[in-house]
Nanobody, 116 residues
Framework: QVQLVESGGGLVQPGGSLNLSCAAS????????TNWSRRIPGKQLELVATITSGGNTNYEDSVKGRFTISRDTAKNTVYLRMNGLKPEDAGVYYC??????????WGKGTPVTVSS
């Protein structure tokens, strides 16, 4: 099993920044990729960014150039740096991992509010 704990969400003004963290524990050697997704009110769950075990990254078009996914392997933590936040970025952000050989685990999410 893999346990994931997200943190770093909160209230920020439009144009502001937040740095989300996803700390993993357990069978981390099985992690093939770590993703950040978000659930925006009234919309389906949306994949925002991915980082693979090899360090490759991918972003949803609307966040390219504003969000950066990174990791600290020594801390077993993946980060999502969010700059230039817009009201439409507000929602609950979830970290999940895709396991080598199949399976996935999800964190409980951290809320992001973008409002003046």
């Amino acid at each position: 099993q893999v346990q994931l704990v997200e943190s770093g969400g909160g209230l920020v003004q439009p144009g502001g920044s937040l740095n989300l963290s996803c700390a993993a524990s357990g069978s981390i050697y099985r992690i093939g990729a770590t993703n950040w997704s978000r659930r925006i009110p009234g919309k389906q769950l949306e994949l925002v960014a991915t980082i693979t075990s090899g360090g490759n990254t991918n972003y949803e078009d609307s966040v390219k150039g504003r969000f950066t996914i990174s990791r600290d392997t020594a801390k077993n933590t993946v980060y999502l740096r969010m700059n230039g936040l817009k009201p439409e970025d507000a929602g609950v952000y979830y970290c999940n991992v895709d396991l080598l050989g199949g399976g996935e685990y999800w964190g409980k999410g951290t809320p992001v509010t973008v409002s003046s």
